[in-house]
């Protein structure tokens, strides 16, 4: 069975662009997640879906970034315009109904 | 609010040493918790896992035990081998909501 799938793995973009990352989820994972790992730190929660609706979306920088998860599979995350404190790694997390969580591998996104 | 503290890195041993990284963790009521481990250029595994006072998670020789006198889930090793090095989260989650990570350890294993 794939496993949670992240495009691109690696990106590069100057600042004040637009950049958006895809997420693919374990298939049947109802429960969606998008952290952001600074360098040396944990991941922290951007936002949680729940299907298709965005149920804790509290730690989600909403001037600059947005997200969605259109008929409650994929998941896109767009940062519009990007900052130099942006460059992080993102991760996406999905869930079952009885599962722990399942991490993709990530998009290391670096401003320029 | 909810939050984990896990001791800081880089732990370096040698081959077959024992390993502790010690975790504690504030929480209101009873959480899940959890290692995650991260391999070079790998996504987060999860290691193992506990969802109650007293209970044990263990996997691929990795034990950690629940505390909730201590607010504690250190995670243990006997024999630690080069394979082993990696970056290594504690983790928390309560109602089945969001995890909340420490910052991670990274181990380095010498052979």
């Known amino acids: 069975e794939a496993g949670v799938v992240q495009s691109p793995r690696y990106k590069i973009i100057e600042k004040k662009q637009p950049v958006a990352f895809w997420c693919n989820p374990i298939s049947g994972h109802n429960t969606l997640y998008w952290y952001l790992q600074n360098l040396g730190q944990g991941p922290e929660l951007l936002i949680r879906?729940?299907?298709?609706?965005?149920?804790?979306d509290s730690q989600l920088p909403k001037d600059r970034f947005s997200a969605e998860r259109l008929k409650g599979v994929d998941s896109t995350l767009k940062i519009q315009p990007a900052e130099l404190g942006d460059s992080a790694v993102y991760l996406c997390a999905t869930r079952g109904r009885n599962t722990e969580a399942f991490f993709g591998q990530g998009t290391r996104l670096t401003v320029v | 609010g909810n939050s984990v503290t896990q001791m800081e890195g880089p732990v370096t041993l040698s081959e077959e040493a024992f390993l502790t990284i010690n975790c504690t963790y504030t929480a209101t009521g009873y959480p899940s918790l959890f290692w995650y481990v991260q391999y070079p250029g790998e996504g987060l595994q999860l290691l193992l896992k506990?969802?109650?006072?007293?209970d044990k998670g263990s996997n691929k020789g990795f034990e950690a035990t629940y505390r909730k006198e201590t607010t504690s889930f250190h995670l243990e090793k006997g024999s630690v081998q080069v394979s082993d090095s990696a970056v290594y989260f504690c983790a928390l989650s309560q109602y089945g909501n969001k995890l909340v990570f420490g910052a991670g350890t990274i181990l380095r294993v010498k052979s």
């Open positions: 879906y729940e299907n298709e609706e965005a149920v804790d």
């Open positions: 506990a969802t109650k006072a007293d």
